[in-house]
């Protein structure tokens, strides 16, 4: 069993690379739960929405977890760590705890190479360099195994899998 955390920040292509890597791999890719969530209330949201998308998020990778089975995340809890840090610039204790305590084996990356694109949910274009080092350094300050994915389309799908195949040893 395996866990692979497909993260970044906003429109980089992580909800379409973790949908194309769950067919490759027949792998069940567990949702972006802010996206699902937000599509409900819009941007007008405060700290207890993003703490109830993290409570969401937290419980459905356990329900995995539980089901004995590998998976892929689209996004994780460093997102919501950060989006809270930027956002309300504090972060409860609990989901600190949360975030530096989830150990998936493996985190894909995605690159700001996309070019971003509006739509009702995205709010920081013009942060999303300063959260893809923010990330960077994150993974590097938790030691987790990450590989940075590049490129469009077809090639970043391939960079993906290439990675999960020398992070993992998985061949697809």
């Known amino acids: 069993m395996y866990k692979i955390a497909v993260t970044g920040p ?3 292509g992580k909800t379409s690379l973790s949908n194309e890597l769950g067919e490759i791999l027949q792998l069940p890719v567990r949702e972006e ?3 699902t969530y937000l599509s409900q209330i819009g941007l007008a949201y405060s700290q ?4 109830e998308i993290a409570t969401l998020q937290c419980k459905m990778d356990k329900e995995l977890l539980l089901s004995n089975q590998s998976y892929i995340a689209d996004t994780e809890m460093m997102v919501i760590y950060l989006w809270m840090k930027i956002r309300y610039q ?3 204790e609990w989901i600190v705890q949360l975030y ?3 150990l998936f084996d493996l985190y894909l990356l995605c690159d700001i190479d996309i070019v ?3 739509d009702n949910l995205r709010e920081h274009a013009h942060l999303r360099l300063e959260i893809f080092n923010l990330m960077k350094e994150e993974l590097q ?4 195994k990450y590989f940075i994915i590049s ?3 077809d090639l970043r799908t391939h960079r993906a899998l290439e990675s999960i195949k020398d992070g993992l040893g998985i061949v697809s």
């Open 10 to 12: 906003e429109s980089t």
């Open 33 to 35: 739960i802010a996206r």
């Open 48 to 51: 207890i929405y993003v703490e």
């Open 90 to 92: 504090s972060v409860p």
């Open 100 to 102: 530096e305590n989830q």
């Open 116 to 118: 971003w694109e509006k």
């Open 141 to 144: 300050r938790l030691e987790r």
């Open 151 to 153: 490129g469009l389309g």
